[in-house]
């Protein structure tokens, strides 16, 4: 198959084909997170990628409170447990071969990476 031509010069193009790819990081620990995102984001920009983000998502807080005591006898005392989920979003445009040496780092325990790839 032929290399397309520029229609005012005469010599190929190469064309490579590019992606939208948007990563989402998931994760309890905000500290964590952060360092991960900061690495992907490093990474990305010494390959000379477009990098959008990290985007802020709102967080999630899952509260439950229940009864301390088992029997309900007694006092009528509650414990309140709360758990936040932080999310951020990285858009980045490159080849798909490029972000697989860039999502090859060390990823922190208890961060959850999810990667779409969208053609562009």
Same mark, same amino acid.
């Not at 948007?22 to 900061?38: D, G, P, Q």
């Not at 090859?104 to 961060?111: A, M, Q, R």
């Given at each position: 198959?032929?290399a397309?031509? !520029?229609?005012? !010069?005469g010599?190929?193009?190469?064309?490579?084909?590019s992606?939208? #790819? /948007?990563?989402?990081? *998931?994760? +309890?620990?905000?500290?964590?997170?952060?360092?991960v $995102?900061?690495?992907? &984001?490093? =990474?990305?920009?010494?390959?000379?990628?477009?990098?959008? =983000?990290?985007? +802020?998502?709102?967080? !999630?807080?899952? !509260?439950?409170?229940? +009864?301390? *005591?088992? $029997?309900g006898? =007694?006092?009528?005392?509650?414990? /309140?447990?709360?758990?936040?989920?932080?999310? +951020?979003v990285? %858009?980045?445009k490159?080849?798909?071969?490029?972000?697989?040496? #860039?999502?090859? #780092?060390? &990823?922190?325990? =208890?961060v959850?990476?999810?990667?779409?790839?969208? %053609?562009?």
């Amino acid at each position: 198959m032929a290399a397309p031509f !520029k229609p005012d !010069k005469g010599t190929p193009v190469d064309e490579v084909a590019s992606h939208r #790819i /948007r990563i989402t990081l *998931t994760s +309890r620990n905000l500290k964590s997170l952060e360092k991960v $995102c900061t690495d992907l &984001i490093n =990474g990305a920009k010494q390959k000379s990628l477009d990098v959008v =983000g990290p985007v +802020r998502l709102p967080n !999630k807080n899952l !509260k439950i409170t229940t +009864r301390k *005591t088992p $029997c309900g006898e =007694g006092s009528k005392t509650w414990d /309140r447990f709360e758990m936040k989920i932080h999310k +951020r979003v990285i %858009d980045l445009k490159s080849p798909s071969d490029t972000v697989k040496q #860039i999502t090859s #780092i060390s &990823i922190e325990p =208890g961060v959850e990476v999810e990667v779409t790839i969208a %053609d562009s």
